[in-house]
């Protein structure tokens, strides 16, 4: 999925002239807005990654809950304190 979004991406780069980065920072912005929200990918069942993570979420909310275990502790080196 990675590597077709990628080419994706330099393709509409190729295609494209900008006339700013202002003008290539929102046109990739938008793109990315589409290809989350109503382009289906087959890998995750032709569905829009938005729309996949919705229905994870639906079935198994627990999943996306932040859980902090083991914490780390201050960094101690030979019984030193690293400063």
């Known amino acids: 999925m990675v590597e077709r979004f990628n ?12 006339h700013s980065v202002t003008e290539l920072e929102q046109t990739l ?6 290809d989350n929200h109503f382009i289906p990918q087959h890998a995750i069942g032709h569905q829009a990654p938005i729309a996949a ?3 994870w979420y639906a079935q198994h909310p ?10 780390a502790e201050r960094d101690m080196y030979a019984g030193v304190e690293a400063s």
């Not at 080419?7 to 900008?18: A, G, K, M, P, V």
């Not at 627990?62 to 914490?71: T, W």
Request: positive net charge; charged residues 25%.
């Open 53 to 55: 993570l919705q229905s």
């Open 7 to 18: 080419s994706r991406i330099s393709e509409l780069c190729r295609q494209t002239r900008f």
């Open 29 to 34: 912005y938008d793109y990315l807005q589409a």
């Open 62 to 71: 627990e999943l996306f809950g932040k859980h902090v275990y083991k914490q």
